[in-house]
């Protein structure tokens, strides 16, 4: 008996931990002279996500995906593992 309350009192713990494990990782390529910083949401969590200038990288969004990624040109979905070229303030998702 004392086995079985163990093992229930474990599994929530090793489901929010998960949950803290969880990110969108991207590679990118910013052809712009700038570098950008766009609002995000994943799994209803806001945060925010930075683009270096003229560079080619990769970025890691805590949360679990999907992702949605709020530029001037609109509104991007990423799941993680996308190639992205940004150029002119706009995501291509290639």
């Avoid at 995000?40 to 992702?67: E, H, L, N, R, W």
């Amino acid at each position: 008996m004392r086995t079985t309350l163990a093992a229930m009192a474990l599994v929530p713990t090793l489901l929010a931990s998960s949950t803290a494990w969880a990110a969108v990782t991207v590679r990118y390529h910013n052809r712009d002279s700038r570098g950008h910083t766009w609002p995000v949401v994943c799994s209803g969590v806001k945060t925010s996500v930075t683009f270096g200038k003229s560079q080619t990288a990769s970025v890691t969004i805590q949360g679990s995906g999907p992702c949605s990624v709020k530029t001037d040109a609109g509104t991007v979905v990423l799941k993680g593992g996308e190639d992205l070229e940004i150029k002119d303030g706009r995501i291509l998702v290639k």
